[in-house]
Each structure stands twice: as structure tokens, then as C-alpha cells.
């Protein structure tokens, strides 16, 4: 039977129940139960209340329209959804002879259900979004993807197809999707109904701003964050810290945030300094200040079993409990069990712990490390959240993380919060997520993965990302071929939301003490000035370019908060009519007017470069102009990585030339 009820499309046959209904502007929701029964919950979606939309039914067969999307469903439960008149996704229901259904509930012994959820596929399709990955892929129609979070892996699940419309899988389960040529396939490991969200447009500007004003915009970035963050695996004490700082003052070259990473801590779950590295934390955030940094700190969700707070927590429900077996999560130095952020009782126990010792001495930016969280074994069955299942909701747990301190730093009266988490999930950005890519290796060849990755996570909904310039595990300062890396990356850096060197660097450093933060080994520097003097006088450079193009980036920070247009674009979102454009994978849009071109091979000095059609384009260095619609050869000196103004801008060549 098909019927209206208010403005939504209801189908029921054989206790499943489908409700297709308006969301937003252009925008439907489709969910599925079952057993007859939704249960309610939103997940990524902001609560919205809908009035628009027509829909028509007859008992046989449903219509349904919302602005510029359209859905039809017929008697055997068939959805065929419309976007500007144009099909674009049709439900991959197979009656005979194979009778497979499009919508398959598989029960589960230990309660819920594991959903497989097919469509058709159009061969010519290309897919962009749905978080960060360890591939080469920008494009990501071939691919099959993990619906699973893990160190430097952010599944995302929104994405914007060529076809002309947008599509969040709005389950936090643990799953898979392939997006093969002849099915998409969607599963999920353990939920209780189906639930997704198609969002029509005539560009992909159009479907990502409405689909971020249905999960909510990043909020409006701190101007300070702008600036060079420096970062290193890891200060051991105050004075090592503020040493580094000291210089970067006496070489009078701006440092907007110095970062205190992991074990400051005297065990993990204390949630505060160690007093014996670091024992004037006011002191040292003053004399900080003052200088213009500003200081973030390092926090881990882990709570060792010796934690001054294990027990109550323990008590209180507030940990991730295991259903088979002992809780043991994780072990880095010491075992620990993960806190869960899905419970509000333990997000508003270890903001207060937070804001005690840390926000009242100074701290006001946090570090939200291992937000998948890092399991020992992903077992994800055997995990008990708050909120249920990990299976079933586990995808969540980066978007909690971050709303414990967004909500706990609102408390306080902060307006412009920004959190480093090395997570994320639809939603996160609401919550001031700045998303880094987790710990990846030192090559030229993860640099390119970060390229395509970067701008996948602005397409699926995360404008706010950054990376470990020279990537994270080892490198040598002192190799040649190394220093060549790190500037390459530091360029690219430049044109990223936030320009952040951090690194576990050689030569490696043994642990020093006994007690706490003593306990953990250190890397070797990892400032601008350890990589020789040439490569300094580099990265000294876009140091200060990144403060003259302050007015350019708060500019499009503005955009991603008001509109939430990323900063990081694909060339397809400034020009979806230039066929050229939507294949290429290693150049993009860094807001409307600066085409950035990475440099990613060791020794490479020239590189190719297309040019938009419609648009004069300068050099950035040379100030030569040249008519889009072309790619050209473009020399790439050490000293600078290929940069393109759009003629007309209100940015010139000038800013680039000190």
C-alpha cells in the first residue's frame, strides 16, 4: 500500500515500512524499516522541519517532490529518484528469475539487522567524497570502501556524483560500499532500519552547501589558527617548548600555535600536566601569549588502568565496555580502555577534568588524538557503547569527541573553537573538527594520497584539514632527498586550511625517565631550521606569504562558516562546465581564485598545469598571463610550487614577492 501521510510518501507491504519525505531545501529522506517501525534518530541530520514538498499517490504508486528532487516508488517498492527532471538513481531490485530485493534485511542472531542496499550503476558515473583513504583515488567510481574509521582512514559516507546530485548514507555503522560498474552496493554490519538522504542540484557548489545545511557548518574559524602551527613528536619539558617558541620570536617569524603533544601527562586518563616536565603551566602559557602563540594540548581518550580517574569512571559507565573478554583497548606504553564518547555523562566528566587543568591555566585549543578510537583489534561486535553496539553506531565516536570540548568550550563563553582531531564522521564539522590525515609515512608517494584525500574530505563535508608536513613516521632531517620532501610539502601546506609541521622524526630518542611523561620515547627536531639553511629560507618565506594572504583566507574560511563552500575544491566545484575539469586529480581550487598545482616527485622542476576555460590566468611568480582552456608546461623551482591568480581577483601577484 502506498499512501500520503502529511507531506511524506509512506509505503508498506509485509511489515516494512518506507517513508520518503522532504529534508530541507532540494533534499529527500529515505528510510526503511523492516519490522514497521523508525526509530527516530536524525544521526548526522540537524533537526529540521520541512513544510514544503508535494506528493501524490493512488495505492498502486507514489510521487514525491521537493524543489528540484523528485522520488518515485511502485507497487513492488521500487525507488527511482529524479534530480532537475533527470534519473540519476534507480533502486537495483531484481524480481525474475534472480528475485533479489534492492533492500536487504539480514537478522542478526544477537538482535538488529545487517542491511545490504542496492542501486544501479551508471559506468560513466564519477564519484567524489566519502572522507579519507590510503589511495590514489579522487575519482572513486571502481573503488569498494571500508565504512570503518582506523589511524589515517576517516569514512565520511557523503558524496557528490557527475550525475548531478549529492547522497549521505546517514548510518554510523560499521560497513562497506563498493561503487562497481554494473551495482553500488551499500552494507552495514548491524542497524535497525535504512536511512539516506538525496540531495538535488544544478552544481556541486548547490548540492554541498545544502547538504552542510542539513548536518551543520564549521563555525567561524580564529583568525590566529591562519598562521604557521609547529608541532613534533614531542616538547619532553616547559623549558624544551619554550625554547622553540623563543626562537621563532628572536628569528621574529610568526608562530601561531605550538602544539604539547601526548604524554605531558602522568598517565593517560589524568587529564592534566605532569608537574615534574611541566610545572608553571600559567607561566608558560602567559609568557606564550605574549609572544603571540598560542599553546595546544594533546588529549587522548585512553584511561590507564593506574589513571587517578579509572575508577570512577569505571563506576559511572563512562568507559567502552567489551562484550566478550577483558577491556583492554589499547596499549601504548601502559594498557588502557577507551572513555566513551557517545555517553554525556563521560563528555562532560572529562570536559570539566579538561577545563580544570587545562583551560584555567591558559589552554584554549585541543588536540583530540586516536578519534577512531585505535582499537588493538577491530572487533567491533564485541565493543558497548553508551549508544549501542559498535557495529552499529561505532562511526559516531570522532563527531562525540569533539562535541565534548565544542560544547564545553561554548560553556565557557569561547566563540571561535577549533579542536585538531584525527577523525571525523558526517556532522563533525558543526563541532570546530580540524581534521589531520593520521599518521602516514614520508614519501612522495603519500603525498599525493594526501592531495586526493584533502579534497575528498572537503567534498564529504570536512573543510577544515590539514596534514603532518613530511608525513609523520621517521624521515631524516639530515638526508637530502628527505629536506626535498618536506618542502615540497611545506609549499603544498601553504594552501591548505591550516599549515601544521608536525613528525615523529629521526634520530629516534629513547625514553628518559620512570614516571610519566618520562616514560615515552621522543623524535628527533623538527623545526624549519633542521632541514639547512637553503630549505629554511623556504619555508621562513610561506611562512610569511600565509600572513599576507590572512584577508584572502579569512575570506574563504567566511564562505565554509556562512555558506559552507570548502576552501580545498576539486577543479569541478568552481567549473563544472569544463569537461577537462572534472578529471583531474593533482591541482585544485584553493577558494575561487588561486589554483594551487602540488609538486609530488623527488627532483621534479617543471610540471603540467590545465587552465580553466572562461578565465585570463596569471602566474603567480611570473606575473605572465595566458588564456584558460589549455595545459601548459610551468616551471617549478625549489623555492615555489606552480600558483595561478584568476585575472580579476582581488588577490595579485604582489602578495607572492616579499
Not at 86 to 101: H, I, S, W
Not at 149 to 177: D, K, T
Not at 396 to 413: C, H, N, T
Not at 552 to 575: N, Q, V, W
Amino acid at each position: 500500500m502506498i499512501k500520503i501521510e502529511k507531506n511524506a510518501l509512506v509505503y508498506e507491504y509485509n511489515c516494512e515500512l518506507v517513508k520518503i519525505e522532504p529534508w530541507g531545501k532540494n533534499a529527500l529522506r529515505v528510510r526503511c524499516s523492516p519490522d514497521g517501525r523508525l526509530s527516530g534518530k536524525n544521526r548526522a541530520l540537524l533537526d529540521l522541519v520541512t513544510d514544503g514538498g508535494q506528493a501524490e499517490a493512488d495505492g498502486e504508486c507514489g510521487k514525491i517532490t521537493n524543489g528540484l528532487a523528485t522520488a518515485e516508488i511502485n507497487k513492488d517498492g521500487k525507488i527511482t529518484i529524479y534530480s532537475c527532471g533527470k534519473r540519476v538513481l534507480e533502486e537495483a531490485l531484481r524480481l525474475q528469475p534472480l528475485r533479489r530485493p534492492a533492500r536487504y534485511f539480514k537478522p542478526r542472531l544477537c538482535g538488529g539487522y545487517e542491511l545490504t542496499m542496492s542501486f544501479e550503476s551508471d559506468p560513466s558515473e564519477k564519484i567524489f567524497g566519502m572522507g579519507q583513504y590510503n589511495h590514489p583515488f579522487l575519482d572513486l567510481k571502481g573503488c569498494t570502501l571500508e565504512l570503518a574509521h582506523r589511524n589515517s582512514q576517516a569514512s565520511v559516507p557523503f558524496y557528490i556524483s557527475s550525475l548531478g546530485y549529492g547522497f549521505l548514507w546517514n548510518l554510523p555503522a560499521i560497513g562497506q560500499v563498493s561503487f562497481s560498474k554494473n551495482v553500488t552496493k551499500w552494507q552495514a554490519m548491524m542497524t535497525s532500519e535504512l536511512d539516506y538522504v538525496f540531495i538535488a542540484g544544478n552544481s556541486p557548489k548547490e548540492i554541498e552547501e545544502q547538504y552542510m545545511s542539513l548536518v551543520g557548518r564549521a563555525p567561524k574559524m580564529p583568525e590566529y589558527a591562519l598562521g604557521f602551527w609547529q608541532s613534533k613528536l614531542r616538547y619532553r619539558t616547559q623549558e624544551e617548548l619554550l625554547a622553540v617558541a623563543r626562537k621563532y620570536k628572536e628569528l621574529n617569524i610568526p608562530l601561531s600555535v605550538i602544539v604539547c603533544d601526548f604524554f605531558h601527562w602522568p598517565h593517560q586518563g589524568d587529564f592534566r600536566f605532569d608537574y615534574d616536565y611541566f610545572p608553571e603551566p600559567e607561566k608558560m602559557t602567559k609568557e606564550l601569549g605574549d609572544m603571540g602563540t598560542e599553546l595546544m594540548v594533546s588529549v587522548w581518550p585512553t584511561i590507564e588502568f593506574g589513571s587517578e580517574n579509572y575508577k570512577e569512571m569505571l563506576e559511572k559507565g563512562y568507559l567502552i565496555r567489551n562484550d566478550r573478554g577483558p577491556s583492554n583497548h589499547t596499549e601504548f606504553v601502559h594498557p588502557a580502555v577507551y572513555y566513551d564518547t557517545t555517553n554525556p555523562g563521560a563528555r562532560e566528566f572529562v570536559w570539566e577534568k579538561a577545563r580544570e587543568n587545562y583551560y584555567k591555566k591558559g589552554v584554549r585549543l585541543f588536540w583530540l588524538d586516536e578519534a577512531e578510537p585505535e582499537y588493538l583489534l577491530y572487533d567491533y561486535d564485541n565493543h558497548r557503547y553508551y549508544e549501542g553496539n559498535c557495529a552499529e553506531v561505532g562511526n559516531i565516536y570522532p563527531v562525540e569527541y569533539a562535541r565534548g570540548f565544542y560544547e564545553g568550550l561554548r560553556s565557557e563563553g569561547e566563540k571561535e573553537i577549533i579542536s585538531l582531531v584525527r577523525c571525523a564522521w558526517a556532522g563533525s564539522a558543526k563541532y570546530g573538527a580540524l581534521v589531520w590525515s593520521g599518521d602516514i609515512m614520508p614519501t612522495f608517494e603519500a603525498l599525493k594520497d594526501q592531495v586526493r584525500a584533502g579534497l575528498n574530505m572537503a567534498i564529504a563535508g570536512i573543510p577544515w584539514w590539514t596534514t603532518d608536513i613530511g608525513g609523520f613516521d621517521s624521515g631524516d632531517p639530515q638526508m637530502a632527498d628527505y629536506r626535498e620532501l618536506v618542502v615540497r610539502w611545506f609549499e603544498y601546506a601553504t594552501f591548505l586550511p591550516v599549515l601544521r609541521l608536525h613528525g615523529y622524526r629521526m634520530p629516534y630518542i629513547p625514553a628518559t625517565g620512570t614516571t610519566g611523561g618520562g616514560q615515552c620515547y621522543t623524535g628527533g627536531d623538527n623545526e624549519i631550521w633542521s632541514y639547512g639553511q637553503d630549505n629554511f629560507e623556504i619555508m621562513k618565506e610561506h611562512i610569511l606569504l600565509r600572513e599576507r594572504l590572512k584577508p584572502y583566507l579569512i575570506k574563504i574560511m567566511d564562505e565554509a562558516h556562512t555558506g559552507g563552500t570548502p576552501p580545498m575544491r576539486p577543479m569541478f566545484y568552481e567549473y563544472p562546465n569544463d569537461p577537462t575539469c572534472w578529471e583531474l586529480d593533482d591541482q585544485y581550487m584553493f577558494g575561487p581564485d588561486l589554483l594551487i598545482c602540488p609538486i609530488m616527485e623527488l627532483g621534479q622542476r617543471q610540471r603540467r598545469v590545465y587552465l580553466p576555460k572562461g578565465h585570463v590566468w596569471q602566474n603567480a611568480y611570473t606575473k605572465e598571463e595566458i588564456d584558460g582552456g589549455v595545459s601548459v608546461i610551468v616551471d617549478a623551482p625549489i623555492e615555489n610550487i606552480p600558483v595561478f591568480i584568476r585575472k580579476g581577483a582581488d588577490i595579485t601577484c604582489d602578495i607572492f614577492r616579499a
